[in-house]
């Protein structure tokens, strides 16, 4: 069994959870972010993550963890989060993707260790959210009201020692803010997301660096 991700996707984070929290054996392969040809090949468009077993392909990054919850254990990731948190991640996103997307392109991701990958996911971003150097420019606005936004977070964070699909969604985004410099998250969040990174084994990019 194959997962084939990029490090910086959050739902490619969602799809390796299982993994390390159900103990699930699988060899996760990193594509560059400008290989289109891999996946179209295996699900017919340009998406990650991708699930090869003997079944074939599936993309998807729920389907691929419902899929996983069944291999091992009871279930334990259902169908809806607590309203709370869906909440918190519609009202939170787009400040969050303002300060993470122009900061993704990263060689700490293996994915961009490619200066041709680093092209090719700034063009197509820049088409989406906008020029990364007026994104940049608004970092300290932008950190002030995501902080904000992580103190609302605390009264409604899962049990870090539990595993739910809370987790699945929630983690990804946290672990994606650990690429801006200068955010401070509150102690509990700090916590959770230290925590889910152990438990997972998906280290947060101050560990990523440190490995490079």
Same mark, same amino acid.
């Given at each position: 069994?194959?997962?084939?991700?990029?490090?910086?996707?959050?739902?490619?984070?969602?799809?390796?959870?299982?993994?390390?929290?159900?103990?699930?054996?699988?060899?996760?392969?990193?594509?560059?972010?400008?290989?289109?040809?891999?996946?179209?090949?295996?699900?017919?468009?340009?998406?990650?993550?991708?699930?090869?077993?003997?079944?074939?392909?599936?993309?998807?990054?729920?389907?691929?963890?419902?899929?996983?919850?069944?291999?091992?254990?009871?279930?334990?990731?259902?169908?809806?989060?607590?309203?709370? %948190?869906? #909440?918190? !991640?519609?009202?939170?996103?787009?400040?969050?993707? *303002?300060? =993470?997307?122009?900061? &993704?392109?990263?060689?700490?991701?293996?994915?961009?260790?490619?200066?041709?990958?680093?092209?090719?996911?700034?063009?197509?971003?820049?088409?989406?959210?906008?020029?990364?150097?007026?994104?940049?420019?608004?970092?300290?606005?932008?950190?002030?009201?995501?902080?904000?936004?992580?103190?609302?977070?605390?009264?409604?964070?899962?049990?870090?020692?539990?595993?739910? %699909?809370? #987790?699945? !969604?929630?983690?990804?985004?946290?672990?994606?803010? *650990?690429? =801006?410099?200068?955010? &401070?998250?509150?102690?509990?969040?700090?916590?959770?997301?230290?925590?889910?990174?152990?438990?997972?084994?998906?280290?947060?990019?101050?560990?990523?660096?440190?490995?490079?």
């Amino acid at each position: 069994m194959k997962l084939y991700v990029y490090d910086h996707c959050p739902f490619c984070v969602r799809a390796r959870m299982p993994l390390g929290l159900k103990g699930i054996d699988a060899e996760t392969v990193f594509l560059p972010n400008h290989d289109e040809e891999t996946p179209i090949s295996m699900i017919g468009a340009k998406m990650l993550p991708i699930l090869e077993d003997a079944d074939g392909h599936m993309g998807e990054s729920l389907d691929i963890v419902h899929k996983l919850d069944g291999l091992a254990g009871p279930r334990l990731f259902g169908e809806d989060p607590t309203p709370a %948190i869906a #909440d918190w !991640l519609r009202q939170a996103n787009s400040a969050i993707n *303002t300060l =993470v997307i122009p900061r &993704t392109p990263d060689p700490v991701y293996p994915e961009f260790r490619d200066p041709e990958a680093v092209a090719y996911f700034t063009a197509k971003k820049e088409a989406t959210f906008g020029d990364f150097d007026e994104l940049r420019a608004m970092t300290e606005a932008t950190i002030a009201e995501v902080e904000a936004a992580l103190e609302r977070l605390v009264p409604h964070l899962p049990d870090p020692e539990g595993a739910s %699909i809370d #987790d699945i !969604l929630l983690f990804p985004v946290l672990r994606g803010l *650990t690429i =801006v410099p200068g955010l &401070t998250m509150p102690d509990a969040v700090a916590a959770y997301t230290h925590r889910m990174a152990d438990r997972t084994g998906l280290p947060l990019v101050a560990e990523l660096r440190k490995a490079a």
